[in-house]
């Protein structure tokens, strides 16, 4: 009698863990990666040497030898900058938490699936859902960069094309996120106010809404903090946030300043981070 | 109780009363209450004093830009002449294999390998992040209460790691990008790097609250068993975190995805770097195909992010 | 709306199980019948054919005279808002505040906007409110966080609710299984008390036979789906009691 050896099974997860790691390989071989590119160049040693010295003094005086009069003190200028990068962001999640919202509710199944009867009148509700899911996707997929160089061409430099160019992905975003929230929420409670004689919509405003609202706020803060991080970045094509001060300054080899920019982003982040945990533990039950 | 007590004008101003006084003893955060109004007067803040100015949209030479920003959209060949399928397809067709499919193919491989250092790295930290492990007695008590020092050390520990996790996340990958490619110089490098670093900071925090919220009571054991930290966490906890990972994984992906099609902004040579090159040589029909083609692989990895996250579920 | 049920031969089936066979139940207004049986018997099931939830594969159901089936839509929701059902788990929603979670019994009799109106703006005359709350005893706990209430807590406000649809009937469902005998009684005794002064017909599903007994005139037995008696309990013969709860055999099935 021969012993059964045990079998080992790959899992789905597994499988996918195997294909994940396989397309690294895949990846770097593509990339046609040279490790020994990590090492910087001959330029490249001594600006990073230089920069990353830095990070334990950040500049807290401007670092040019002549300054212009008349200029404001850097750390109020980082506080200025970091201020109109919070200024756009709450600007841009103002439009898309509307937008976003409005989208994210008319584009949930709750809607059609299950109260429209037959394949005649399903139609229409199927078509604009599909329509509505590939306006979405287009929104989201690209980058708030990629909106804003579209809206520069058109619109100009104003700080409105960065809002805008930040609200149409997150609105593509957020109405993604609510309607998948909306569909997973539990529907005991709407089920019982519909038992009760309350109409379809009665239902889903007071008994399926409510429990996907706490999620929801959190998704919707967490976005938040991502827009201040996408506003920061806009300064590169210009806008006055932290991004444009941080080229500006790496640019002019002030690595210490690039650093005080660098740490005051990193503390509006840090701190909107806690905000959202303080919330987080007082809303969801 | 009367049988109708709302005939009886007493019973209901008492009943008024009560409301009254429950309403104002009712249960609510102050916090949430102010953090409302904060978050009101930010948006208000934005618009108001943020630079915005409304009239920049209504003004006529605006929409005399919108219509000719559109028709600079037709591909070239076809500006000012009739829509023309061949020549559409043969421009298209151009495009694709000149640049848009190899670019698409670098941005893809960047952001895989890209989400794959980055699991790694946060696996590397997420032990020194995650206050249960990282404990001067993790799990079970030891022989001797801990000292004032070790107790301060492991907190600093986790505190470090957390704040690091925080920092390279604060960054966004643009930036990271920008630095490393003025260190490294334009190779795929930087664009790895920079999106590998920001998300070991997110994958970084999200393990580390799994591993915290881990239940205990197997851990307890191998510790009970004698255990070292380094031996709890590969039987123990690793194994344990690894599906939610994943699932954080490839959530994590397609944002990769879609930061990597823009680094190549900055010279690497990505979609990006094609859409910056015909965006500066004023060729909006060139940059606009391009932005579709990266909204078509963001949407691809999204699609395929979720197959592999139902193929995943369906273990559990 | 006359509180009278009746179901003639109803069955009703699922793919995979009989809930209910062949059932002729008759209930009037104003009486108190306990529904008892095993669980699995159908009790839940039974209850449900009555404010329409559920829908016999075979026979009718009659609420106040009209057969649902032939009710309008609307018909149908005016029916429903007047029958208060109580889910065996409560269905309210946790992060509201118990006002706005009894406010939304009304729901069935308000247009959209009053009940945005009601429920977004607790009001600050929840005079009817308050009186239900006070009638099931925990009038205190008005603007309460629901998730915060213990289970219990949470049971009465589900009743309180059920009491603001200001019905003509009641219908618990399986109230008190996961409750301690004592308060099971409280609960049982409130609800009987409840239907009287207000001439509500209740009708409570429950597993506990003894409690069926101490407080209701009448007492229909369950098992697999079929009605084994309907009597008062003091005529019931221990026999048949125990019957009632045995453990299943193979002949039980048919």
Redesign the interface.
């Known amino acids: 009698m021969t012993a059964k050896t045990p079998s080992f099974s790959i899992g789905p997860r597994g499988w996918v863990l195997l294909s994940l790691l396989a397309s690294a390989v895949w990846a770097s071989v593509t990339l046609d990666l040279d490790v020994r590119r990590l090492v910087p160049t001959e330029g490249g040693w001594s600006v990073a040497a230089e920069f990353l010295a830095r990070a334990v003094s950040p500049a807290l005086t401007y670092e040019a030898a002549v300054v212009p009069a008349g200029t404001q003190p850097l750390l109020v200028k980082a506080t200025e900058a970091a201020r109109m990068t919070l200024a756009i962001a709450a600007a841009a999640m103002s439009l898309a938490l509307v937008a976003g919202g409005t989208l994210g509710l008319c584009a949930s199944t709750f809607w059609w699936r299950g109260t429209v009867r037959g394949v005649r009148r399903r139609f229409p509700f199927v078509v604009a859902y599909a329509g509505l899911r590939i306006l979405i996707a287009v929104m989201r997929s690209v980058h708030e960069l990629f909106w804003a160089v579209l809206l520069l061409a058109v619109f100009g430099l104003g700080n409105l094309t960065a809002v805008v160019a930040i609200a149409i992905p997150y609105t593509g975003v957020l109405a993604k996120v609510f309607s998948e929230l909306i569909d997973e929420a539990p529907r005991d409670a709407g089920d019982a106010l519909d038992g009760l004689g309350a109409s379809r919509f009665q239902a889903f405003i007071f008994g399926v809404l409510p429990r996907a609202l706490p999620d929801m706020g959190a998704y919707a803060f967490y976005r938040f903090e991502c827009a201040l991080r996408s506003s920061a970045i806009l300064g590169f094509f210009g806008f006055p946030t932290l991004g444009y001060y941080v080229t500006a300054s790496f640019e002019n080899l002030h690595y210490g300043e690039v650093w005080s920019y660098l740490y005051v982003l990193f503390v509006l982040i840090a701190l909107v981070d806690w905000w959202s945990g303080q919330l987080r533990r007082r809303l969801v039950a | 109780m009367s049988a109708n007590?709302?005939r009886d004008a007493r019973v209901?101003d008492d009943?008024?009363t009560?409301?009254?006084r429950?309403?104002q003893?009712?249960?609510r955060?102050r916090?949430?209450h102010w953090?409302g109004g904060l978050?009101l007067a930010?948006?208000v803040?934005?618009?108001m004093?943020?630079?915005?100015?409304?009239s920049?949209?209504l003004s006529p030479q605006?929409w005399q830009?919108?219509e000719r920003?559109l028709t600079e959209l037709r591909p070239f060949p076809l500006q000012g002449r009739a829509w023309d399928w061949s020549v559409a397809g043969q421009w298209t067709l151009e495009l694709l294999r000149e640049k848009a499919w190899p670019a698409a193919?670098?941005t893809?491989?960047?952001s895989?390998?890209a989400i794959?250092l980055a699991t790694l790295g946060a696996l590397l930290l997420v032990l020194s992040a995650a206050r249960t492990i990282a404990d001067a007695e993790p799990y079970l008590p030891g022989p001797r209460p801990p000292g004032l020092i070790r107790r301060l050390g492991s907190g600093g520990v986790v505190a470090g790691t957390r704040a690091l996790l925080?920092?390279f996340?604060?960054?966004?990958e643009?930036?990271w990008a920008?630095?490393l490619v003025?260190?490294?110089?334009p190779?795929?490098?930087p664009a790895?790097l920079a999106l590998a670093l920001h998300n070991t900071g997110v994958l970084g925090k999200l393990g580390a609250d799994v591993v915290e919220n881990l239940e205990t009571p197997a851990l307890e054991a191998l510790r009970g068993v004698g255990g070292s930290r380094l031996q709890i966490a590969g039987v123990g906890i690793l194994p344990a975190i690894?599906?939610r990972m994943?699932l954080f994984?490839f959530y994590r992906w397609e944002t990769c995805i879609?930061?990597a099609?823009?680094l190549g902004?900055l010279g690497i040579v990505s979609l990006?770097y094609w859409?910056e090159d015909a965006?500066s040589r004023n060729h909006?029909d060139e940059?606009?195909f391009l932005?579709l083609v990266?909204?078509?692989i963001?949407?691809l990895g999204?699609v395929l992010s979720e197959i592999?996250r139902r193929?995943?579920r369906?273990?559990q | 709306m006359t509180a009278t049920f009746q179901l003639r031969r109803v069955t009703v089936s699922y793919p995979d199980i009989r809930a209910l066979a062949a059932v002729d139940l008759q209930v009037d207004p104003g009486e108190a019948v306990a529904i008892v049986g095993p669980s699995g018997a159908g009790k839940t099931t039974l209850l449900r054919l009555l404010n329409g939830s559920a829908r016999p594969t075979s026979g009718t159901v009659a609420v106040g005279g009209e057969r649902l089936s032939e009710m309008s839509p609307r018909r149908l929701r005016e029916a429903r808002a007047s029958i208060g059902f109580v889910h065996q788990d409560l269905r309210l929603v946790p992060n509201l505040r118990v006002l706005q979670n009894v406010t939304a019994g009304q729901l069935g009799r308000l247009s959209t906007l009053g009940a945005v109106r009601a429920l977004v703006w607790p009001p600050r005359d929840a005079v009817r409110q308050v009186h239900e709350m006070e009638r099931v005893g925990i009038p205190e706990k008005l603007f309460a966080s629901t998730d915060r209430l213990s289970g219990g807590q949470r049971q009465r406000v589900a009743v309180a609710r059920a009491l603001f649809q200001q019905p003509v009937a009641l219908l618990p469902d399986e109230p008190v299984s996961s409750v301690d005998p004592a308060r099971a009684r409280d609960l049982v005794q409130l609800l009987v008390e409840i239907s009287a002064e207000r001439g509500l017909t209740l009708c409570v599903s429950l597993h506990n036979l003894e409690l069926a007994r101490d407080y209701f005139p009448r007492v229909v037995g369950l098992r697999h789906g079929r009605i084994a008696f309907d009597r008062p309990p003091s005529t019931l013969a221990q026999g048949e009691i125990d019957a009632l709860f045995r453990l299943e055999t193979a002949g039980d099935r048919a």
């Open positions: 007590p709302f209901t009943r008024e009560l409301i009254r429950l309403w003893d009712r249960p955060s916090f949430v953090s978050l930010l948006v803040h934005g618009w004093l943020g630079g915005v100015n409304l920049d949209v605006r830009n919108v920003f193919v670098t893809l491989a960047i895989v390998l794959v925080t920092f996340r604060a960054v966004p643009y930036i920008f630095l003025a260190m490294l110089g190779t795929a490098w790895v690894v599906p994943l994984v879609r930061e099609t823009v902004m990006g859409i965006r909006y940059m606009f932005i990266g909204a078509l963001v949407l999204d592999a193929v995943m369906t273990q």
